[in-house]
C-alpha cells in the first residue's frame, strides 16, 4: 500500500505475475477471498491496465465478470436480453437468432415479459445466465457464474458453460469450488496476497490449496 502524488491511497493488487496460456488450456483460479482473483480476471480482459508489464490477447475475449451487469430493472427479460446481448457484444442478427434458446433455457415463461424489478434473484441471475451463455469466444474469462438458482437450475447451467468452453480456445476461470475447478480445468493458479503460491496440474494444485484451507480453518477455531 502506498499514497499516490494526489493523496489518493494505491493499493498492490498483484505481484509478479506471468501466465502463459495456449489454446486448448482451461485455467482455474483458487484462492481466498481477495487473493487477487477477480482483479486478475479483470487485467487479462483489459478493464484494468497493469502498472508494470504487460498482457497479449490473440483472438476475441469476452469477459463475464459480473452476469448481471447491464441489466435494466424497468425494462422486461425480453427487452434485457438485447440489451445485455448488445453490451456483450452480439450483433442484432446473433440476438435475434438466439432469442428463444434463452427464454427456453431461462424458464422464466410468461415473466420474460415483465420488467426485471418485478423478478426474485434467482430469475434475474437466471435470465443473465442465459443470455451470457450465448456469446462464442476464443478466449472466455468468468468470475464465479455458477451461484445461478437452485440446484436443478444448477446442475443444468454446470452443463451449459461446459458446452460453451468447450468451443472456446482458452478458458480463465475464477470459481469456490474445488469439485467445479477439477471437472472444469487442466490447469490451476492459486492465488495468495496477490501471487501466485502454485501453478501446475489441476489435482495436485487443489490438493494443496485444500490442505492449506483444512489446516487454517483448524488454526483459527
Known amino acids: ?42 487485467v487479462m480482459a483489459g478493464i484494468y491496465r497493469p502498472q508494470e508489464g504487460c498482457v497479449k490477447r490473440e483472438g476475441k475475449t469476452v469477459p463475464l465478470l459480473d452476469i448481471s451487469l447491464c441489466l435494466d430493472d424497468n425494462a422486461t427479460g425480453r427487452q434485457n436480453i438485447r440489451l ?10 446473433q440476438i435475434s437468432a438466439h432469442e428463444q434458446e434463452i427464454i427456453s433455457f431461462s424458464e422464466l415463461g410468461d415473466h420474460i415479459d415483465m420488467p426485471v424489478r418485478t423478478y ?18 476464443e478466449i472466455l474469462l468468468l468470475d464465479e457464474v455458477l451461484a445461478v438458482g437452485d440446484s436443478a437450475f444448477q446442475a443444468k447451467a454446470t452443463a451449459r458453460l461446459r458446452e460453451i468452453s468447450d468451443r472456446a480456445g482458452i478458458v480463465v ?8 475447478i477439477m471437472k472444469f480445468c487442466n490447469k490451476v493458479a492459486w492465488l ?9 496440474e489441476c489435482h495436485e494444485v487443489i490438493r494443496a490449496y485444500d490442505q492449506f484451507m483444512h489446516s487454517k480453518e483448524k488454526t483459527d477455531a
Do not use: W, Y
Not at 84 to 93: H, T, V, Y
Not at 120 to 137: K, Q
Open 1 to 42: 500500500m502506498a499514497e499516490a502524488g494526489d493523496g489518493a491511497i494505491q493499493v498492490q493488487c498483484l505481484k509478479d505475475i506471468n501466465l502463459s496460456l495456449d489454446k486448448g488450456d482451461r485455467l482455474g483460479l483458487v484462492g481466498e477471498n481477495g487473493a487477487g482473483k477477480s482483479t486478475l480476471l479483470r
Open 84 to 93: 445485455r446481448g448488445l453490451f456483450l457484444g452480439l450483433s442484432s442478427e
Open 120 to 137: 426474485s434473484t434467482g430469475m434475474r441471475m437466471r435470465l443473465a445466465f442465459s443470455i451470457s451463455m450465448a456469446v462464442e469466444a
Open 173 to 180: 476461470m475464477a470459481l469456490h469450488s474445488s469439485p467445479a
Open 192 to 200: 495468495q496476497d496477490g501471487a501466485v503460491r502454485m501453478l501446475g
